[in-house]
C-alpha cells in the first residue's frame, strides 16, 4: 500500500531526482546497513509516500514498523534523522500531530512514512530499539 491518506495535507516536496546513500542504524542490534538510492531504478512506491525513508527501508529488506501502513495515521515508523535531515521538508502539521504520540521524540524525530529526502544529502536514520515488533507467529 502506497502512503496516500486523504484526509490529511499532501506533504511538500518531491522524490530525490539524484542519488545519494542512506545508512539504517538500528539500535537493538547496532547492526548498521548502507544504501545506494538511485531514484532512477530503485524500487519506489509501496510504503509511506514515495521516495519515503520508509518507502526505500523497504524496497533494501530494512525493517520499520508500520502498523497503519506507511499513511500518517500512527507514529510506529518513528525514526530519528541524525544526519541529512536538511535534505528532508519540514514535517506537516499532521505528522507532527501523529509524532506527538510517540515515545523518546526528539528534534530529529520523523515518520519515516513521510520523510522524503530529496537526495542533496546522505542520511544516517537510527531506528530505535522500541520500534521493533517483538511478536512472532507460531505455525
Not at 526505500?56 to 510506529?76: F, K, L, Q, R
Not at 521538508?89 to 504520540?101: F, I, N, R
Request: proline share 8%; aromatic share 4%; with cysteine.
Amino acid at each position: 500500500m502506497s502512503g496516500v491518506n486523504p484526509y490529511i495535507q499532501k506533504a511538500p516536496g518531491g522524490k530525490a531526482t539524484r542519488p545519494f546513500k542512506i545508512t539504517f542504524k538500528d539500535e537493538a542490534t547496532g547492526k548498521e546497513t548502507e544504501v545506494a538510492v538511485d531514484p532512477a531504478t530503485f524500487p519506489l512506491g509501496h510504503l509511506g509516500l514515495e521516495g519515503s525513508v520508509l518507502d526505500i527501508a523497504d524496497g533494501a529488506g530494512i525493517e520499520i514498523n508500520h502498523s497503519c501502513g506507511g499513511v500518517c495515521a500512527c507514529s510506529t515508523c518513528h525514526v530519528h534523522i541524525e544526519q541529512g535531515g536538511g535534505s528532508c521538508p519540514p514535517a506537516t502539521e499532521d505528522e507532527e500531530d501523529e509524532l506527538d504520540k510517540a515515545p523518546a521524540v526528539s528534534p530529529d524525530s520523523r515518520l519515516a512514512c513521510q520523510c522524503v529526502p530529496n537526495g542533496t544529502q546522505d542520511l544516517l536514520v537510527l531506528i530505535p530499539k522500541w520500534n521493533r515488533n517483538q511478536v512472532s507467529e507460531g505455525h
